[in-house]
């Protein structure tokens, strides 16, 4: 049997030393050139593609083709290949093992075949005989240790292969096989992250929602109670004034219930208001935007200035909430870290974006520590301020250090035509 297998033969150093330095030389410039053409390549296809274009751009008068499994059948089929007939292609289908790509397969060792007419173990000897095939290297095709498929590459001439064609074939195949472990790894990290987004979109979708419900139970079940007892007691309080009695201790009593009261009517409507963003349904994004910054920044004494060149009115309800959210967090963190003086806020419209500006000019902070949630929790407010901007399809840009206030950026991408915005899709 005319087969070579270098891997196999002690002699193989003694034969690979006997390669000329053009060889040599031919060998690594190809090398160089598959490795230029797949390098930066992240889809299976398009690496196996330029891996062949360069395997038959140097052997030219071969034919051949890369040959897969298939993850259902388990058997090699081509995947790609080069000037195959379609017989080869349609009756080229391997169980591990079955001719020579599946015994190349199954033993993970490559095969320099001088005269395939003369190999007894071809799968399909007919086929190869009318194809004219002669002599043959394949080689295998391995990923993290396993062979995911082979490279055949054929010669229909009676010139023969030479030990620097299969030494080349062998290397082309090495690295074709990380870059395909490079491909699957990266195709396991893409799906992982697409199954994150996913998660994040429903949690925040669900917790949008719960808030909502939360906010209407407390409305009607809560708030507007609290509020008829506040004023009962409003009215309690006007009727004991005008009634002469020694018991101070009752009408003092009366008063504070009352103020209580309406303490407590204030707190679950602010409660209310943080949940479900009030006059969103009604006036838009720019009137909840005013009245968040009324009731929680001036009275911390933070001068608010706005700039508002776009007022968002036509906006959809869920695009204007999941913004009404992103300003609240950037606000909120304000309130509660910046101890600035002043604050701006500033919304644009361009063509097919809105850009949304708010700055402050308090002590900032190292932006560059919150690129994730930290271990004891900090971080989660800029994380959710970031993902919803990302299920915005949008960008998200913390400006920040010590002593140099903090500025955050949103952009969201919009439909062009206003008249689309209304169908546009907030999964991103
Ligand atoms: N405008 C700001 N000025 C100064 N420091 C800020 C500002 N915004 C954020 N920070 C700093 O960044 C940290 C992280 O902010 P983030 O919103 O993620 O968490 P948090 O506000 O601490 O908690 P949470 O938002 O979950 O209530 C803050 O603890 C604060 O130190
Ligand atoms: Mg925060």
Redesign the pocket.
């Given at each position: 049997m005319n087969v070579v297998s270098p891997r196999q033969s002690k002699s193989s150093k003694r034969e690979a030393g006997s390669i000329s330095e053009g060889e040599m030389y031919a060998c690594f410039s190809a090398l160089s050139r598959i490795s230029k053409a797949i390098s930066g390549l992240r889809d299976l296809d398009a690496i196996l593609k330029a891996g062949l274009d360069n395997i038959f751009e140097i052997m030219k008068d071969s034919v051949g083709g890369i040959m897969l499994f298939d993850k259902q059948t388990r058997l090699l089929y081509y995947h790609l290949h080069h000037k195959l007939s379609p017989r080869i292609i349609s009756h080229m289908r391997l169980i591990s093992g079955e001719g020579i790509a599946g015994k190349v397969a199954f033993t993970g060792q490559p095969m320099l075949i001088e005269d395939v007419t003369l190999e007894s173990e071809t799968a399909h000897p007919d086929i190869i005989v009318k194809e004219g095939f002669h002599s043959c290297i394949s080689v295998p095709l391995r990923a993290r240790g396993n062979v995911v498929g082979v490279i055949n590459v054929i010669n229909t001439m009676q010139s023969k292969f030479s030990k620097s064609d299969f030494l080349m074939l062998q290397a082309i195949g090495d690295q074709l096989g990380l870059a395909i472990e490079q491909a699957n790894l990266y195709e396991q990290l893409r799906s992982g992250r697409e199954r994150y987004r996913e998660l994040s979109r429903r949690v925040i979708t669900t917790q949008e929602e719960e808030r909502r419900k939360v906010a209407n139970n407390l409305q009607d079940k809560t708030s507007d109670k609290i509020t008829a007892l506040a004023a009962t007691l409003q009215s309690l309080v006007t009727v004991s004034e005008k009634i002469e009695t020694d018991e101070i201790d009752f009408k003092l009593k009366l008063k504070q219930s009352h103020a209580l009261a309406s303490e407590i009517a204030m707190e679950l409507n602010s409660m209310i208001e943080s949940l479900r963003p009030p006059f969103m349904d009604t006036l838009g994004i720019i009137q909840a935007i005013r009245h968040y910054v009324e009731t929680n920044v001036i009275p911390s004494g933070i001068e608010v200035s706005f700039h508002l060149e776009y007022d968002g009115a036509d906006l959809p309800i869920e695009i204007a909430t999941r913004l009404f959210r992103v300003v609240q967090?950037?606000i909120?963190?304000?309130i509660?870290?910046?101890?600035?003086k002043n604050a701006s806020i500033s919304m644009q419209r361009y063509d097919d974006e809105l850009v949304l500006r708010i700055s402050?000019d308090?002590?900032?902070?190292d932006?560059g520590?919150?690129t994730r949630?930290q271990e004891n929790?900090?971080?989660?407010?800029?994380?959710?301020?970031k993902e919803h901007t990302r299920l915005l399809g949008g960008r998200c840009a913390?400006q920040?250090s010590p002593g140099q206030?903090?500025h955050?950026t949103i952009t969201i991408p919009l439909a062009k035509n206003p008249e689309n915005i209304e169908n546009q899709n907030i999964t991103a």
């Open positions: 967090g950037v909120g963190n304000i509660q870290h910046s101890k600035a402050d308090g002590r900032g902070f932006a520590q919150f949630i929790g900090r971080g989660a407010g800029l994380f959710s301020i913390v920040s206030g903090t955050v």
